[in-house]
């Protein structure tokens, strides 16, 4: 099976074709590239990105999107979020998704994995599923190291992946131990509207609707920042 990120170029490899860099910004918490088809994000992981006064050494303006989305396949953290980055400013699948991941989804009583720290998730369904397994990188209050989800994902009911997950390239080590009956869900800006990841889990994604969201980043905004210029979107799993 080819790997999701080549699946994922794939899909918007002729998008791509004639298109150029406009604009980007690395901020702290997100990357966000700007091209004719649009604006695209992708997560940061500035505690794994390399020292020195120039990080990225090159100017990417000008150049040609295919090229800078093909960064996605290195393994380099900040290259691969700058790709993924490209290809999400040409995705736009999915539909307009106002309801609430609750009331798409049973939790009630079921053994439910997620993977990253989303919050307010975990702050509504802890006090009704069976048993929660929070997989973080992060040193936080009782989190599981991602490492150790082989142990716990087959017997989950319900799984959600960060989208961040594709930036790090550990998309497919979670999705592997998933059982076949469980929901899957990857969720997050980072997360591409893609068909073709739609095919392995439903999309809990989101689509930038305006440019404003540039200036947003490069003044180091998280979530919460980014919120008012994005919308959700829905992709049902294939």
């Not at 004639?18 to 700007?34: C, E, F, H, P, R």
Request: glycine share 8%.
């Amino acid at each position: 099976m080819k790997l999701l990120s080549h699946l994922i170029f794939e899909e918007v490899e002729n998008k791509l074709e004639n298109l150029t860099i406009l604009d980007y910004v690395l901020g702290l918490s997100y990357v966000a590239v700007k091209t004719e088809a649009g604006v695209g994000l992708a997560y940061t992981f500035r505690n794994e990105i390399g020292g020195g006064c120039n990080i990225l050494n090159r100017n990417l303006k000008g150049e040609p999107a295919k090229e800078i989305a093909r960064l996605f396949f290195s393994v380099d953290i900040l290259e691969s979020a700058i790709g993924l980055a490209t290809i999400n400013s040409c995705l736009d699948n999915g539909e307009v998704d106002n309801v609430d991941i609750f009331e798409r989804i049973d939790f009630n009583n079921k053994k439910v994995a997620i993977v990253g720290f989303f919050k307010p998730v975990i702050e509504k369904i802890k006090d009704i599923v069976d048993e929660l397994f929070i997989f973080e990188l992060k040193d936080l209050p009782g989190v599981i190291p991602p490492n150790m989800a082989k142990f716990y994902l087959p017997a989950c009911d319900v799984v959600i992946i960060s989208g961040t997950t594709l930036v790090n390239k550990t998309t497919e080590d979670f999705l592997c131990y998933c059982n076949d009956s469980s929901i899957k869900i990857l969720m997050g800006p980072t997360t591409p509207l893609s068909n073709e990841l739609a095919k392995f889990a439903n999309i809990a994604g989101s689509f930038v609707k305006s440019d404003e969201i540039m200036d947003a980043v490069s003044k180091g905004a998280g979530m919460k920042g980014v919120k008012p210029f994005i919308e959700k979107r829905w992709l049902q799993a294939l």
